[in-house]
């Protein structure tokens, strides 16, 4: 790491949380925090994850909303069975047709919540740490410069006890020590488990698909610096994992974000990946969305607008 990443990680990494809720919602005060579940087809995890936060609901969380994206299994049904809000993506904004992909409806759900911070934690997770919410919003609560605060932990892989974090270990850490070597100290950039400040979070684009975590980033860094930026140890995080060639095309969007939000061309989003059929591989071409929304803040310019709810 360089000097700015080593000082960084020296300075804003809590390997352990040395605070409590009640710590945190003294700290509160009149602040309000939003979680938001974004969600697509979790119908097997998404009450598991809503369970694990909604005991800090009304205290530490003032709501906890899944964000539905499009989902054809019982998704919704099983969120609102386990006492979540539940906003379909084109409940809100809904004169934008909606873009495929997790940014969007992460960006879509500033719109949905009020919230002054919000926190960002995935629908698929298997038996989440009841702290993860708590321990992400530590920083924003207690340290006034912080901005974004990523979580990291263990990522154990199918049966492996580590292992996850594909893209993350092969493409996105790579990428940051080559195009931003101060951001080599973070070590789950791609983590989706994050929290931030409404302000930040208003002021600067999404990417519609899965490049929307190291857009954030870099936005964040860009806006911020390192001093606005923190992260907090969560343990272990165990999710679905999906299969290879579908980390491919995810890789495809991060990649195509990080270069555009470091000024580098990137040819449209398209992947040619290759299935084998009998005894011959055939090209698999897929157009992969790569657009952005725009600060949410030039939608909504006037934080006193009233948000629907
Ligand atoms: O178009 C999408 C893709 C993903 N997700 C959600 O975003 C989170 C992370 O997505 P996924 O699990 O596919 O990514 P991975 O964790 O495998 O990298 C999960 O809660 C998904 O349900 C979503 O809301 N819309
Ligand atoms: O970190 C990663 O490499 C990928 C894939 O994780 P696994 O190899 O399936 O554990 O998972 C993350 O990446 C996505 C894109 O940023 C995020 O949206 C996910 O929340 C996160 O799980």
Known sequence: ??????????????????????ELVAAKGSR??????????????VAGVIASIAPLVPTLVDELV?????????????????????VHRTDVLSDLEPLPGK??????????????????????LVDPDPMFVPTLLGPLLLEPDIQLV?????????????????VTELMARPLLSVLRPELAGVIQPL?????????????????????????LLLDAHERVG??????????????????????????????STALARCGLPAAPGALTQFVQ?????????????TADRPPMRQLRPSPSLPRPR
Do not use: C
């Open 226 to 255: 390192l001093p606005g930026l923190a992260q907090v140890n969560l343990g272990v995080r165990r999710h679905r994992n999906q299969p290879l060639a579908a980390l491919g095309v995810m890789a495809r969007q991060i990649l």
């Open 150 to 166: 990523k979580g990291f932990y263990r990522r154990p892989l199918s049966t492996e006890d580590s292992g996850g974090g594909r």
């Open 32 to 45: 309000t925090v939003s979680v938001v579940l974004p969600a697509l087809n979790e119908q097997a995890t």
């Open 277 to 289: 059929v009998a005894d011959e591989w055939l090209p698999d071409t897929a157009a992969v969305p």
């Open 191 to 215: 983590a989706g488990e994050y929290a931030g400040t409404r302000r930040l979070l208003e002021a600067v684009p999404f990417a519609s698909g899965y490049g929307v975590e190291i857009g």
């Open 66 to 86: 899944v964000v539905d994206s499009g989902s054809t299994d019982a998704t919704v049904e099983v969120a609102l069975a386990a006492g979540a809000r539940v």
């Open 103 to 124: 940014g969007e409806v992460l960006w879509r759900s500033l719109a949905a919540t009020s919230g002054d911070l919000l926190v960002f934690v995935d629908s698929d």
């Open 1 to 22: 790491m360089d000097a700015a990443a080593r000082a960084w990680f020296a300075s804003r990494t809590w390997q352990s949380a040395g605070w409590t809720v009640a």
